[in-house]
């Protein structure tokens, strides 16, 4: 039987095990500075009020994630594997697109929302910027995997999902916190630095998308060779 040094039948041992792991896929920071591209034009009231929708908007995606990710799967009958791999797949080309976006295409973009910035601004709280860009699958695929570390005895299954879930409340803090203020951490690192690091957290987003593509290959092959893949 495999030694696992967390209680993960304590909310600190389940809060200890979920949030480092979705505080790196979800980057709160980095995902500040593509917010901060995205809403340019807005006045500051109203992206205060996008980072108050989607920090709430993130909270539900990662709850309903843990707390029904995996009986979701079970229904339907989708394997962890063909989540890591569809999942990874999307961040991989999301990333990917912002890897490659030209500043033309990101100053388009900003002029074409201008206009109906009011009409819009519920449909990009959720997406994109929750979903793909905050919490997007590669994040769902981390916290249903999560989910699935639940304590097979009963007594520990309900603080594991309060530590979970205490760890999704204060990551969807940080969110808020980082989207409020990614002006002022723009305003820090300057245009330049700005675009440079911008470009440097879409380059490591594509590198976590392909690993979480990979890690999925790995377990369809495993499954392959223990005889227990079903097509």
Request: contains cysteine; positive net charge.
């Amino acid at each position: 039987m495999d030694f696992n040094p967390l209680p993960l039948g304590s909310v600190i041992g389940a809060f200890l095990l979920a949030f480092p792991a979705l505080f790196s896929i979800v980057n709160p920071i980095g995902a500040a500075l593509i917010f901060n591209q995205v809403i340019a034009g807005r006045s500051r009231a109203e992206s205060h009020k996008l980072a108050h929708k989607v920090a709430i908007y993130s909270l539900i995606v990662l709850l309903a994630s843990l707390w029904l990710g995996g009986y979701v799967l079970n229904f339907f009958g989708i394997s962890l594997a063909a989540l890591r791999i569809a999942g990874g797949l999307v961040v991989a080309i999301r990333a990917w697109a912002l890897l490659m976006q030209p500043a033309a295409h990101e100053e388009r973009k900003v002029s074409a929302a201008a206009p109906a910035q009011d009409v819009e601004e519920e449909d990009i709280a959720f997406f994109p910027l929750t979903i793909p860009l905050t919490t997007g699958p590669g994040t769902i695929a981390v916290a249903v995997a999560l989910s699935s570390q639940r304590p097979s005895s009963g007594i520990g299954t309900l603080p594991f999902f309060w530590g979970m879930s205490l760890a999704a409340a204060c990551l969807a803090f940080s969110i808020w916190l980082s989207f409020r203020w990614s002006d002022r951490v723009v305003a820090l690192l300057g245009p330049g630095g700005a675009r440079v690091l911008s470009r440097l957290v879409a380059f490591l987003l594509l590198c976590v998308g392909v690993q979480i593509v990979v890690t999925g290959i790995t377990g369809v092959a495993d499954a392959i060779i223990r005889g227990t893949f079903r097509a």
